[in-house]
């Protein structure tokens, strides 16, 4: 059964910095590009990075550019993704999202974790 | 502002069918990407619901069906239920920003 479940999230001011956890299991960990993708409260779901399966390739968008980085350890089945600089504005549920594999398509997610919780407030 | 426009919300009855539309443009649906549909219920993580415009994962029930022409895309229910209930996204591609995947703002369907 795949298994991706978060960890590190938790209350931090503004300015301050965070490293979030993905703990993959029940796939071949290092053979998938990996996501992370934000839910503000109330809000809609925003994609934030991808790294492909060896880590060579890496994505962002605009609104983290610069601030956030992803990471992955595939001896250790884990994703990462260090926040700095934080602001209100990065307070959201942080998801790790594997991509999806199937013929004729790409960039979809097909399984997500639970969501770790990023509160930035002074 | 998000770069698939979808309805805030939609609403039906028990038994009938509701349709969402996605709206994007020449450098994401109408290029070429895929759509792909997420369902979450409240306080859960997204589900994957349908990808590649029209499949679905296994275990989703056959009463949702994608489609998709130009630059938009559709999720239609039929027989709806009570459990169907959630808020429902679409997501594509961009080519104008590199890697980027781009999401709708997302549905709140209502079953009354």
């Known amino acids: 059964e795949v298994q991706l479940v978060e960890s590190g999230g938790g209350l931090v001011k503004p300015g301050g910095s965070l490293r979030l956890s993905c703990a993959a299991s029940?796939?071949?960990?290092?053979?998938?590009?990996m996501n992370w993708v934000r839910q503000a409260p109330g809000k809609g779901l925003q994609w934030v990075s991808s790294?492909?399966?060896?880590?060579?390739?890496?994505y962002y968008g605009d609104s983290v550019k610069g601030r956030f980085t992803i990471s992955r350890d595939n001896s250790k089945n884990s994703l990462y993704l260090q926040i700095n600089s934080l602001s209100a504005g990065d307070t959201a549920v942080y998801y790790c999202?594997?991509?999806?594999?199937?013929?004729?398509?790409?960039?979809?997610?097909?399984?997500w974790g639970q969501g770790t919780l990023v509160t930035v407030s002074s | 502002q998000s770069v698939l426009t979808q309805p805030p919300s939609v609403s039906g009855a028990p038994g009938q069918r509701v349709t969402i539309s996605c709206t994007g443009s020449?450098?994401?649906?109408?290029?070429?990407?895929?759509v792909h549909w997420y369902q979450q219920l409240p306080g859960t993580a997204p589900k994957l619901l349908i990808y590649?415009?029209?499949n679905r994962p296994s275990g989703v029930p056959d009463r949702f069906s994608g489609s998709k022409s130009g630059t938009s895309a559709s999720l239609a229910i039929t027989g709806l239920q009570a459990e169907d209930e959630a808020d429902y996204y679409c997501?594509?591609?961009?080519?104008?920003?590199?890697?980027?995947?781009?999401f709708g703002g997302g549905t709140k369907l209502t079953v009354l």
């Open positions: 029940g796939f071949t960990f290092s053979s998938f590009t």
């Open positions: 790294i492909s399966s060896s880590g060579s390739y890496i």
């Open positions: 999202a594997r991509d999806g594999r199937a013929a004729r398509t790409e960039y979809f997610s097909d399984y």
């Open positions: 590649g415009n029209i």
């Open positions: 020449s450098s994401n649906i109408g290029a070429g990407y895929d």
């Open positions: 997501q594509s591609y961009d080519s104008s920003l590199s890697g980027s995947r781009v």
